[in-house]
């Protein structure tokens, strides 16, 4: 069973950094692929980007060059690292597992979801 839980939400201003994680309790989410995913209000969920079960990486093109996606395995934890934040990066954030045959951006291929943890990103 894949439990997720995010954490590492907050206030930010615009330029700077945060880190979230993605924890799961059940150890499950080894075997899948992963993905950090947003939802601002009013607006339809993005994804952010994906990684394979191997640790290969897929970006949205906004957000290239400013986020980055691990996993530590040991510790069965993901991180999505967010640099040089903009205003318009506020959304919930969630993260999900995927036992789909590729890491795919659709997220409808995502069976497991945590509950998402705010960022707000202040100009």
């Known amino acids: 069973q894949v439990q997720l839980v995010e954490s590492g939400g907050g206030l930010v201003q615009a330029g700077g950094s945060l880190r979230l994680s993605c924890a799961d309790s059940?150890?499950?989410?080894?075997?899948?692929?992963m993905g950090w995913f947003r939802q601002a209000p009013g607006k339809e969920r993005e994804t952010v980007g994906v990684?394979?079960?191997?640790?290969?990486?897929t970006y949205a093109d906004n957000i290239k060059g400013r986020f980055t996606i691990s996993r530590d395995y040991d510790k069965n934890m993901l991180y999505l690292q967010m640099n040089g934040l903009k205003p318009e990066d506020t959304a919930v954030y969630y993260c999900a597992a995927s036992d789909f045959y590729v890491a795919t951006m659709d997220g409808t291929k995502y069976r497991f979801w945590g509950q998402g943890t705010q960022v707000t990103v202040s100009s």
């Open positions: 990684i394979s079960r191997i640790g290969d990486t």
């Open positions: 059940g150890r499950a989410s080894l075997y899948y692929h």
